[in-house]
């Protein structure tokens, strides 16, 4: 069956602090990627996405993902975390030929100042 | 522009009884979708509408169903509410089909209880 793995749930930074958020799927075919973020009290919103070409993507707020294929993983990053990155992180997975999308766990962030 | 709206914000239902959930999409979107979001977990696909016609349907019981208007608002409906119901009810809006790149709008979602 198709899954998403987001291998941490709860995460625990100090701003400036370095940030890499796992996220593994299991889908042999064409894949599109995303990475949806929902502070509190707001609804989910997209950071970045990835369809092809460049492996690495750029999203807004600074953040960045990388799209292994041999490792089937999409590792949200940020070389610098703000108290404002608080939130909760979500990594989706749209097979090829689906039209839903296939969410992990999430990942809690909280960023102290 | 506004975005995904839905309706209501928050409701409490009692075991068996029935829901009806409401969206309003971005203007132009043709593509409705439904996830539900239980606490602690990722949001799960329930069901995806396109111009009026299911064209996708989730793990989910006969219990749930869906529609899509000809102005393409949306309700979900469950019916025979179980404690398991409650989760965040979040519909999402796309531009096509789902079948492209397009990435989903999402809505703040319903929080339905069921006690």
């Known amino acids: 069956a198709q899954s998403v793995s987001q291998h941490n749930h709860h995460v625990i930074l100090s701003e400036a602090a370095s940030l890499e958020l796992g996220c593994n799927y299991s889908?042999?075919?064409?894949?599109?990627l995303f990475w949806y973020v929902q502070y509190p009290g707001q609804h989910l919103q997209l950071l970045l996405k990835?369809?092809?070409?460049?492996?690495l993507v750029k999203g807004i707020k600074g953040f960045e993902a990388e799209f292994i294929k041999s490792k089937f993983s999409f590792n949200l990053r940020k070389p610098s975390v703000q108290w404002s990155d608080t939130a909760e992180y979500f990594c989706?997975?749209?097979?090829?030929?689906?039209?839903?999308?296939?969410f992990g766990a999430g990942t809690r962030l909280a960023v102290h100042p | 522009d506004a975005g995904v709206t839905q309706s209501p914000t928050h409701l409490i239902k009692t075991r068996g009884q029935h829901v009806t959930l409401r969206c309003s999409p971005i203007?132009?979107?043709?593509?409705v979708s439904w996830y539900q979001q239980v606490l602690g977990q990722g949001p799960q696909f329930i069901f995806q509408?396109?111009?009026?016609?299911?064209?996708g349907r989730g793990n989910f019981p006969d219990r749930f169903s869906a529609r899509q208007f000809p102005n393409y608002s949306s309700e979900l409906n469950v019916n025979a509410l179980l404690l398991g119901d409650s989760a965040l009810y979040l519909c999402?809006?796309?531009?096509?089909?789902?079948?492209?790149?397009?990435?989903?709008?999402f809505g703040n979602g319903t929080r339905l209880t069921v006690t």
């Open positions: 989706a997975v749209k097979p090829g030929g689906y039209n839903k999308l296939i």
């Open positions: 999402a809006s796309s531009p096509a089909e789902g079948y492209d790149n397009s990435p989903l709008h």
């Open positions: 990835y369809f092809s070409g460049d492996p």
């Open positions: 889908y042999g075919g064409t894949v599109n």
């Open positions: 203007s132009g979107h043709k593509s």
């Open positions: 509408y396109y111009e009026k016609e299911e064209r």
